[in-house]
Nanobody
Framework: QVQLVESGGALVQPGHSLRLSCIAS????????MNWYRQAPGKERELVAT???????IYADSVKGRFAISRDDPENTVYLQMNGLKAEDTAVYYC??????????WGQGTQVTVSS
């Protein structure tokens, strides 16, 4: 059974850091492009970061230099390290696994709130 479970979301103050985790089961993350998306209230879902099966990383301009995506193959887990958090980073963060055009798995999301 394929499953993605995100965790690590919290309420933090601006400038602080968080690390989100996405634990996968039922498939091997290293064979997929793994993505972190986020969706703020009233806004469309936005692609934040990608790590490809060949370990290339891609970031949205809004998070470049502050966020880092990584993968732990033995743990079958993908992380999103978020530093220098801003109020505009507040959103539900989702993990997605994608392979080809037709294969896509989503997690249930984890809430990140940045507020003083």
């Amino acid at each position: 059974q394929v499953q993605l479970v995100e965790s690590g979301g919290a309420l933090v103050q601006p400038g602080h850091s968080l690390r989100l985790s996405c634990i996968a089961s039922g498939f091997t993350v290293s064979r997929y492009a793994m993505n972190w998306y986020r969706q703020a209230p009233g806004k469309e879902r936005e692609l934040v970061a990608t790590i490809t099966s060949s370990d290339n990383t891609i970031y949205a301009d809004s998070v470049k230099g502050r966020f880092a995506i990584s993968r732990d193959d033995p743990e079958n887990t993908v992380y999103l390290q978020m530093n220098g958090l801003k109020a505009e980073d507040t959103a539900v963060y989702y993990c997605q696994a994608r392979r080809g055009i037709s294969t896509s798995y989503w997690g249930q999301g984890t809430q990140v709130t940045v507020s003083s």
